[in-house]
Antibody, heavy 120, light 113 residues
Framework: EVQLVEAGGDLVQPGGSLRLSCAASGFTFSSEAMTWVRQAPGKGLEWVSD????????YYADSVRGRFTISRDISKNTLFLQMNSLRAEDTAIYYC?????????????WGRGTLVTVSS | DIVMTQSPDSLAVSLGERATINCKSS????????????LAWYQQKRGQPPKLIIS???TRESGVPDRFSGSGSGTDFTLIISSLQAEDVAVYYCQQYYTTPYTFGQGTKLEIK
């Protein structure tokens, strides 16, 4: 059974940093592209970043490029999102999700999310 | 960026009745080389992550009841729930996976009348 479990969400001040993690199990982690999607409170879904199975290819939304870094540790079956220079508008639930296949942005499994709140 | 616009924003339907949700993309998501529409529908129940229910505009995911159907091509798409059940109360999102940035509609909240 595929499982994705996010952690690391917290209350952080504007300008601060946070590192999210997503522990994956039930599939061959090194073979699958992964993504972070966020949802501001009461709002819709926003694709934040994704990474290829090997980790060599990454993509960032304009809203986070230069501030967020996605990475993965294949030995630990874990996906990460390093978030720097956080802003109030980054406040959201952050979901990690698995792409159905490389290059096909269909999200067939999702974690339950972790809440990031940016506020002073 | 491809903008996805759903209508209506909210919808109340009686149990057993038909629910129709529309999704319009600002440019075509039909890939001519394979004649496939890169359009998905997700269902998000309260307090849960989204769940993929339809891909390629009309292909139901495994385990999704056949009362859910998707249709459309190019820029105009529809999700229909033929006979609404209580467990279908949710917010529904369309998503284009044709090109980056991959974008979602704003969501349609479906409730029981």
């Amino acid at each position: 059974e595929v499982q994705l479990v996010e952690a690391g969400g917290d209350l952080v001040q504007p300008g601060g940093s946070l590192r999210l993690s997503c522990a994956a199990s039930g599939f061959t982690f090194s073979s699958e592209a992964m993504t972070w999607v966020r949802q501001a409170p009461g709002k819709g879904l926003e694709w934040v970043s994704d990474i290829s199975g090997s980790g060599a290819g990454t993509y960032y939304a304009d809203s986070v490029r230069g501030r967020f870094t996605i990475s993965r540790d294949i030995s630990k079956n874990t996906l990460f999102l390093q978030m720097n220079s956080l802003r109030a508008e980054d406040t959201a639930i952050y979901y990690c999700a698995k792409l159905r296949e490389q290059g096909l942005a269909l999200l067939d499994y999702w974690g339950r999310g972790t809440l990031v709140t940016v506020s002073s | 960026d491809i903008v996805m616009t759903q209508s209506p924003d909210s919808l109340a339907v009686s149990l057993g009745e038909r629910a129709t949700i529309n999704c319009k993309s600002s440019q075509s998501v039909l890939y001519s080389s394979n004649n496939k529409n890169y359009l998905a529908w997700y269902q998000q129940k309260r307090g849960q992550p989204p769940k993929l229910i339809i891909s390629w505009a009309s292909t139901r995911e495994s385990g999704v009841p056949d009362r859910f159907s998707g249709s459309g091509s190019g820029t105009d798409f529809t999700l229909i729930i033929s006979s609404l059940q209580a467990e279908d109360v949710a917010v529904y999102y369309c998503q284009q996976y044709y090109t980056t940035p991959y974008t979602f509609g704003q969501g349609t909240k479906l409730e029981i009348k």
